[in-house]
């Protein structure tokens, strides 16, 4: 890097515009500006420059698009529990109507056949989503990908 | 949960010039969101891994936006062939769009420039890091730090100049 005939190193005119100076440093620059007529112009220059990428780069961002990852973990922890209270909910519904169907003595056995077996029908579907779910979120490979 | 949500406002305070570093080191402004978007993501899933004593939020976050641009772009451009991709200089479709010229103007001479001198003007000019954070986070000397801020400086005035002359003569 270049020196002015004052020893000063073109770059410190950058440190000096940004304050990274030493005080040392800082007085050889002001003594050279106050002394060179080119080393003031490269200096305006510079502060030109440094101003008008300043004010022409403001940035800006969707900060809410960085707020909405960080409550989705949350909406989906909600959405987890909400749907296990209403799947449970449900099942216990279910097994309590069944269980007072099939104690009934007063109801005859094609009517309890009526009830039981459509319940019987969607607790094996019920089971045989899960094992294939459970199944394929233990070979899914995709799983520990991190998008 | 208090903390966590403190620590995401403050990085999406961070996302602007995040989001001006990401532009111009991966010269597209939707994948730039992306990275910060990707890097805001990680840094919630790891908040430990920000450590206060160890320096200021904004350059740590920085690197992480950094590094996680050099990432996209070590995929973008294959290992093997080192060649540099030299950005378009004309402004993108979106940002030329944007009413204001002086903004157009200097994106287009900031492309115009090699990465590095790209990246320090960024670092130092649009997000305010001191030399010690540019030169932290680039690990070089602090004295490189200077140097090639004060060349990328006069680079960009130099283009400003080039482009200024070519749209006079234009008209």
């Given at each position: ?147 | ?73 070590r995929r973008r451009r294959p290992a093997d062939h080192q060649v540099e991709v030299l950005p378009d200089p004309r402004p993108t479709p ?28 960024v670092l130092r000019d649009v997000n305010d890091l001191n030399y010690a954070e540019i030169a932290d986070m680039l690990t070089i000397p602090k004295g ?28």
């Amino acid at each position: 890097m270049g020196k002015t005939e004052f020893d000063v190193a073109d770059e410190m005119l950058s440190g000096y515009l940004d304050g990274e100076l030493t005080q040392q440093d800082r007085q050889r620059v002001e003594h050279a500006l106050r002394q060179s007529a080119a080393y003031r112009k490269t200096f305006d220059e510079l502060k030109a420059v440094r101003a008008q990428l300043g004010q022409s780069i403001t940035p800006s961002f969707d900060g809410d698009r960085f707020r909405e990852a960080f409550r989705a973990p949350l909406n989906r922890t909600l959405v987890v529990c909400g749907g296990l209270a209403i799947a449970v909910g449900l099942i216990l519904l279910g097994v309590l109507a069944v269980s007072d169907i099939a104690a009934n003595g007063h109801v005859s056995g094609l009517r309890k056949a009526a009830v039981l077996l459509p319940a019987g029908g969607v607790l094996a579907l019920f089971v045989a989503v899960l094992r294939r779910r459970l199944r394929e979120s233990a070979t899914d490979k995709y799983n520990d990908v991190e998008i | 949960m208090q903390r966590s949500k403190a620590f995401a406002e403050q990085l999406a305070q961070l996302g602007g010039g995040a989001h001006a570093l990401a532009t111009y080191l991966l010269g597209n402004r939707d994948d730039a969101a992306d990275a910060v978007h990707d890097a805001i993501v990680n840094a919630l899933r790891r908040p430990h891994a920000y450590n206060p004593e160890q320096g200021a939020l904004k350059p740590w976050f920085l690197s992480v936006v950094r590094h996680r641009c050099i990432d996209l772009l070590r995929r973008r451009r294959p290992a093997d062939h080192q060649v540099e991709v030299l950005p378009d200089p004309r402004p993108t479709p979106d940002r030329a769009a944007q009413t204001d010229q002086s903004l157009a103007l200097i994106d287009a001479a900031l492309n115009r420039l090699p990465d590095a001198q790209r990246e320090i003007l960024v670092l130092r000019d649009v997000n305010d890091l001191n030399y010690a954070e540019i030169a932290d986070m680039l690990t070089i000397p602090k004295g490189t730090v200077m140097s090639r801020l004060h060349r990328a400086r006069l680079a960009l005035r130099r283009a400003l100049d080039d482009m200024e002359e070519a749209s006079y003569g234009q008209d």
